[in-house]
T-cell receptor, first 117, second 111 residues
């Protein structure tokens, strides 16, 4: 059955290292979202793409985070350099957003649990 | 004021009871409203959405929307222990065209 996949599922790294998270959206979905979830802040939108074009990345710390969508089947979120405060679960979600209200349903991947020591 | 507010709970109800989860939002231009369920350690899962004032029923779940009061709720009838999870309210604002999530309400259904 169709689902969003994310890799890796878990990542432990040292402060200062580069981290790359990958997402494969549901085939045919035209919008991809990156979220970060922590106990303190809850679920925060970092960036999203429609038809591979970045629409909004205002939630993302620009100095260290970058998001790209090199093709329709792959979205990436990169942190360089990573810091302990980046420790969180990072979710990718996809949806088939075509301007209709019903199309704002988003389907989440399993997440990447990142720990920066 | 947060854009989307939920009672953080925890909310405990006995098995078989009705669980009522509430959410208020600040943007009057908000158009669409979503309820996600998130089990511990898992990703959010869409369970209901509602766009029009009134009630929308799906099995044991009923979403209620009152745009004048900027209020949306989720009722779970005949609650089961398997309903124990955190329930996230999400709102599509008129201007931002993206979902804003509440902090979630943790529900525990006691056997």
């Amino acid at each position: 059955d169709a689902r969003v996949t994310q890799t890796p599922r878990h990542k432990v790294t040292e402060m200062g290292q580069e981290v790359t998270m990958r997402c494969q959206p549901i085939l045919g979905h035209n919008t991809v979202f990156w979220y970060r979830q922590t106990m303190m802040q809850g679920l925060e939108l970092l960036a999203y793409f429609r038809n591979r074009a970045p629409l909004d990345d205002s939630g993302m710390p620009k100095d260290r985070f970058s998001a790209e969508m090199p093709d329709a089947t792959l979205a990436t979120l990169k942190i360089q350099p990573s810091e302990p405060r980046d420790s969180a679960v990072y979710f990718c979600a996809s949806g088939d957003l075509r301007g209709l209200q019903s199309a704002y349903e988003q389907y989440f991947g399993p997440g990447t649990r990142l720990t920066v020591t | 004021q947060k854009e989307v507010e939920q009672n953080s709970g925890p909310l405990s109800v006995p098995e078989g009871a009705i669980a009522s989860l509430n959410c208020t939002y600040s943007d009057r231009g908000s158009q669409s409203f979503f309820w996600y369920r998130q089990y511990s350690g898992k990703s959010p899962e869409l369970i209901m959405f509602i766009y029009s004032n009134g009630d929308k029923e799906d099995g044991r779940f009923t979403a209620q929307l009152n745009k004048a009061s900027q209020y949306v709720s989720l009722l779970i009838r005949d609650s089961q222990p398997s309903d124990s999870a955190t329930y996230l309210c999400a709102v599509l604002s008129g201007s931002a065209r993206q979902l804003t999530f509440g902090s979630g309400t943790q529900l525990t259904v006691l056997p």
